[in-house]
């Protein structure tokens, strides 16, 4: 089993930034890709964010030109730089991992890192 453990979120004021933390641990073959999602009460799980393996990069319109994903493969480690915070950025943050792992791919989650943009 593969786990996803996210860190970096917290209360902000508008405007400010934030940076968020998703370390993978557990065995690890192949990264088909990585994402972020965020989700409030009420509302679907939304991606916000995703990095494949190769590197490319695609995000949400309402956060592209604020937020940079990104992945350090050394570490196994990904990251999502939060520029230019709005209260509708309020949500809540997962991490998300395609991985294959012992000859299946298959997706995991984090147990989600709160990020509340004050107005």
């Known amino acids: 089993q593969v786990q996803l453990v996210e860190s970096g979120g917290g209360l902000v004021q508008a405007g400010g930034s934030l940076r968020l933390s998703c370390a993978a641990s557990?065995?690890?073959?192949?990264?088909?890709?990585m994402a972020w999602y965020r989700q409030t009460p009420g509302k679907q799980r939304e991606l916000v964010a995703l990095?494949?393996?190769?590197?490319?990069?695609d995000y949400a319109d309402s956060v592209r030109g604020r937020f940079t994903i990104s992945r350090d493969s050394a570490r196994n480690t990904l990251y999502l730089q939060m520029n230019a915070l709005k209260p509708d950025d309020t949500a809540v943050y997962y991490c998300?991992?395609?991985?294959?792992?012992?000859?299946?791919?298959?997706?995991?989650w984090g147990q989600g890192t709160q990020v509340t943009v004050s107005s």
């Open positions: 557990g065995t690890i073959f192949s990264t088909y890709s």
């Open positions: 990095v494949l393996g190769r590197g490319t990069t």
């Open positions: 998300n991992g395609r991985f294959r792992t012992y000859g299946v791919t298959e997706d995991y």
